[in-house]
């Protein structure tokens, strides 16, 4: 079986590359538990997200992409023990050919995808500015403005000041 890239070049039979598999409906956890059970080397790019649940924010864990994961697997390796897989559909291809998914992707996204610090900031925690006109400045975070804003306060010209910040541009400082 001949497998390229979505790029277009052949990829050798030995190589490891990342393929998509689209999981069944709301089951992509169970996939990715049963595909690491029997070995595989997958990866479920996940986000924090602040939802509103029942009147109080809290923070969920969900997927990047809701209803796939990435496997990574040699391009000569047998494909039914996937197919068969519980939570697990299909794997993505086109022409009955699977298509390998750059390294430099998967890699993208699993860095992007780390719950990182700035998810976890709770109200009082002092944070450094990085970005922008109040770049290094201390402040200390208030609250989510949003999904990608924070509410600092900052002390400037003797007062304290409330400003809207990417997440972005504020790191932790402790």
Avoid: H
Wanted: hydrophobic share 35%; proline share 5%; net charge neutral.
């Amino acid at each position: 079986m001949t497998i390229y890239t979505a790029e277009g070049s052949l990829i050798c039979a030995q190589q490891k590359s990342w393929y998509l598999v689209q999981c069944k409906p709301r089951q992509d956890e169970r996939a990715e538990d049963n595909l690491a059970r029997q070995g595989y080397e997958i990866s479920r790019p996940k986000c924090r997200y602040q939802r509103l649940i029942r009147g109080q924010r809290q923070w969920t864990v969900e997927s990047l992409f809701p209803g796939y994961l990435f496997i990574n697997l040699p391009a000569d390796s047998n494909w039914g023990p996937l197919r068969s897989t519980r939570g697990v559909s299909r794997v993505v291809s086109f022409g009955g050919v699977p298509v390998a998914v750059s390294d430099s992707l998967v890699k993208q996204l699993q860095a992007r995808a780390e719950i990182d610090v700035k998810s976890e900031l709770k109200p009082g925690d002092s944070v450094r500015i990085t970005e922008g006109g109040f770049a290094e400045l201390d402040a200390i975070f208030m609250s989510m403005d949003g999904d990608e804003r924070g509410i600092l306060l900052i002390s400037l010209l003797n007062r304290q000041q409330q400003i809207s910040v990417p997440m972005e541009s504020i790191c932790s400082n402790e």
